[in-house]
């Protein structure tokens, strides 16, 4: 049985992280919306691909050691830039056509697969394409997210949930929205 990758002192911590199942690969990525300190267990949904067998594995609960982070996931883009995470971290890449992938709208499209996303962008960070996101680029990012709550999806690894009563993911980013909201004004 393998170890989780993601457990922490502090479970608020896991909220919004994209993790993988290691015993059901076929599903993807998830991303982790609440837990349950009891069961060393969160609840995991937004799979990727939630059905396998006829079995839904949206919104049930998933012990910690069968989680790990996800791998090369693609989470969004801005412009021309990828935004991806990889092993708990952000790392952004600019788009470059390859055979199949002409574009950054083909490679956002919806005729294009995960697997063929994760593929892309894991041949490209191997090749050395990959940044790790610099601390102008999360604020920026955060900037972006607060104007057109797009890449949402991110936000959780720029400012990960510190404090220790328990929450979801759905009040954590309503209680950033509201912050942010008043810092602007």
Not at 107 to 113: I, L, R
């Amino acid at each position: 049985m393998q170890n989780s990758t993601i457990y922490t002192r502090n479970p608020n911590q896991m909220l919004g992280l994209w993790v993988e199942d290691v015993t059901y690969p076929a599903l993807g990525v998830g991303q982790v919306q609440s837990y349950d300190p009891h069961r060393q267990s969160c609840i995991v949904e937004h799979w990727q691909k939630s059905v396998l067998n006829h079995l839904s594995f949206n919104g049930i609960l998933y012990p910690y050691h069968r989680l790990r982070h996800a791998q090369y996931h693609y989470v969004g883009r801005h412009g021309n830039t990828l935004y991806y995470v990889h092993h708990g971290t952000v790392w952004r890449m600019d788009f470059e056509p390859t055979p199949g992938i002409w574009s950054v709208a083909d490679f956002a499209g919806a005729g294009t697969s995960f697997y063929e996303r994760r593929a892309y962008m894991e041949a490209m960070h191997l090749e050395g394409w990959g940044d790790e996101l610099t601390h102008d680029e999360a604020e920026m990012l955060l900037g972006y997210w607060q104007y057109s709550g797009e890449l949402e999806g991110l936000i959780p690894y720029l400012i990960p949930c510190e404090h220790h009563e328990r929450s979801s993911l759905g009040q954590y980013l309503n209680e950033l929205r509201q912050v942010y909201a008043m810092a602007v004004v």
